[in-house]
C-alpha cells in the first residue's frame, strides 16, 4: 500500500525560501508523476505542479518563477522549493501521487491523483 | 488559463436524496484524443482530498457507484444517486487539459 509523508519547517520567514519532501513508502517513485497541491485557509485548492520522476516537471504558471521541484531516486522521495514567500503561500501542502490509466487507442496514459498525503501545514511569518 | 467555475458553491442535502454539482470551464476540455479532460475530487473534513471521477466520467479505484459524472464542451456534472452522511464535504472538479485548474469548490452538508 502505498503511502506519502510530507515533511518540512511548519514557519517560513517571508522573503526566504520554503522547502518540503514528500517521503513515498510502499512502492518505487520511479515510473510515475507526483504532484504538489495547497489549500490556504479558507479557500479551495491550488495545483502547484508536479514531476515525472526521470525530473521533468509541469509548474503552475502563477508560480513558476518561484517554483523548484526536485526528485531523489536513491531516497525515495521528492521536493518542492518555492522562493521568496510571502503571507499567501500559508497553506497546508499536499504531495499526492499520479497514477497512470491507459486512454484507449493511444500511446500515452491520463493521469489523476489517486494517493495523497496527510498535509502539512505551512506558515509564513516573521 | 483555463478558469473552472462550480455552482452551487453551497449545498444542503438530504440523506437518501439526490444531489448534482455543475462545473463549468472557460474554454473546451475536449482534447484531440475524443476524451474530455476533467476530474473531480472530494475533501472530507479534516482529510485530504480524494478522487472520484478522472476523464469525465470515469469513476476512481473504489469509489462507490452512486457517483456519478458526465459532461461535455464546457458544462460537466456530477451526481450523487442517493447522499449518504458520509458523503459531506468540499467538492472540486479540475481541468487537466493545460496543466491542472481547480475550481473553487462546492460545500455539501447536512440539512
Redesign the interface.
Known sequence: QVQLQESGPGLVTPSETLSLTCTVSGDSISGYHW?W?R?PPGK????IG?IHYSGNT????SLQSRLTMSVDMANNRYSLRLSSVTAADTAVY?C?RLLH?P?P??YYN?????V????TTVTVSS | DIVMTQSPLSLPVTPGEPASISCRSSQSLLHSNGYYYLDWYLQKPGQSPQALIYMASNRASGVPDRFSASGSGTDFTLKINRVEAEDVGVYYCMQTLQGRTFGQGTKVEIK
Open positions: 504532484s497541491v489549500r479551495g485548492l491550488e495545483w508536479y509541469r509548474y503552475s504558471p499536499y499526492a490509466n486512454i487507442g493511444q491520463y493521469h489523476y491523483m489517486d495523497w498525503g496527510k498535509g
